[in-house]
């Protein structure tokens, strides 16, 4: 075995280590849980989801409008502009998550 | 452990094991994925691409993925053309993942990972049908094994020290994890705060062990036997405990690396005794 190859495989194992020591150390220190940090506690946080039209207000389950629910991907953050996108004439969302006694307010863009 | 010989190659016939069940963790893994894709082609379903220019999810795409992940996955767990079935098994968990943030999973992640390690360390080797056909490598290089083994250790340091934070910040999330519907449910009133704490700190202890003991030749009997009685548990009470029972066979298939003795660093003397 070569010099030049021992030195390449070693790279590549001390690489291989790195990241997978690095990121999951890394994202310890994010909100959780983190992805590709092997943080294996994902239970999906409640949130109310509302949307308001000229009529007036609808309460709507998330589960229908996502592929998945994930708890390391917070759905009020991509949900409310696909419902406005998505659900005809939605002027607002409002998401109230357990957590929160105040509703976060998303305007819809005027079409 | 910097001074292994790397790409020293070794007789690791016991990395058949993690091949076969990586393999059979990745079929199960493979029809759950379909029927995300399925699910993510119906119209007001939200998309969230990981990058804008892949293509978006079509009744075609989840055929091709479907079939190239299905076909890979049987081809990996049989050991037929281990390193091309291998490597296109890892390239079609990739592109999911990089298709939608909503399929990607723990599990999901931690089974592309281990199908690159286990190409990488010829696992095609013995039990498979490259080895009938004469067409694999028979030995495995020194890297690829102990780099599937400190993939385990990983997992299960990184999982505890997670949970400790999560054991500070969250009871209820931890409370949240458990099974609540079912034969297996667990009583509401059983999961007190102290019960879930107990719990929380009971995983904490034997992740740390497993990561630790799993590397002894003298513990790692006990460890298999006791990592397969922590898996079990996770899939019996956790609430979603299909993917925890992916995520454990992955896990327990991957034990196998620690049943390849490794060489000593420098004078290529076998650094363990053979526990197999």
């Not at chain 1, 021992?6 to 994202?27: D, E, I, K, M, W």
Request: hydrophobic fraction near 55%; proline fraction near 6%; include cysteine.
């Amino acid at each position: 075995m070569s010099q030049a190859s021992r030195s390449h495989t070693r790279f590549l194992v001390s690489a291989y280590l790195l990241l997978q020591v690095g990121v999951p150390a890394v994202q310890l220190a994010a909100p959780d849980p983190a992805r590709y940090g092997w943080q294996m506690f994902d239970a999906v946080a409640d949130a109310d989801f509302v949307l308001i039209d000229d009529i007036g207000l609808s309460t709507i389950d998330p589960r229908d409008f996502v592929v998945a629910s994930r708890a390391d991907l917070d759905a009020a953050s991509y949900l409310p502009a696909h419902l406005c996108a998505v659900v005809p004439e939605t002027r607002e969302v409002r998401v109230l998550r357990s957590a929160d006694t105040v509703p976060a307010v998303f305007p819809c863009a005027a079409p | 452990m910097t001074g292994l010989p790397w790409d020293e190659r070794i007789d690791a016939c016991d990395l058949a094991w993690a091949r076969i069940g990586v393999g059979l963790a990745a079929l199960g893994e493979g029809v759950y994925a379909t029927l995300l894709f399925d699910r993510a082609t119906t119209p007001g379903v939200l998309r969230v691409p990981v990058v804008d220019w892949l293509p978006a999810p079509s009744s075609m795409l989840v055929l091709i993925v479907g079939a190239l992940w299905l076909t890979a996955a049987g081809g990996f767990a049989v050991g037929f053309r281990t390193r091309t079935s291998g490597t296109v098994l890892a390239a079609t968990m990739a592109f999911t993942m990089m298709l939608d943030l909503q399929f990607y999973s723990n599990h999901l992640y931690l089974l592309a990972l281990l199908v690159v390690l286990l190409t990488a360390a010829n696992a095609g080797g013995y039990r498979s049908f490259d080895s009938g056909a004469g067409r694999a490598p028979v030995a495995s290089p020194v890297s690829g094994v102990f780099l599937l083994r400190a993939q385990v250790s990983i997992v299960y340091v990184f999982a505890a020290l997670s949970t400790v934070k999560l054991a500070y910040a969250s009871e209820v999330i931890l409370a949240a994890s458990f099974r609540r519907t079912g034969a297996l449910a667990i009583p509401d009133g059983w999961l007190t705060p102290d019960l879930v704490g107990a719990l929380a700190v009971g995983s904490i202890f034997v992740e740390l062990w497993l990561a630790i003991a799993l590397w002894s030749p003298r513990r790692l009997r006990a460890a298999t036997l006791i990592g397969a009685a922590y898996h079990a548990a996770l899939v019996a009470l956790a609430a979603d405990g299909l993917a925890l029972a992916i995520f454990g066979l992955a896990m327990l298939s991957a034990y196998a690396a620690f049943y390849v003795p490794l060489p000593l660093p420098a004078s290529g003397l076998e650094l363990e005794e053979g526990v197999a």
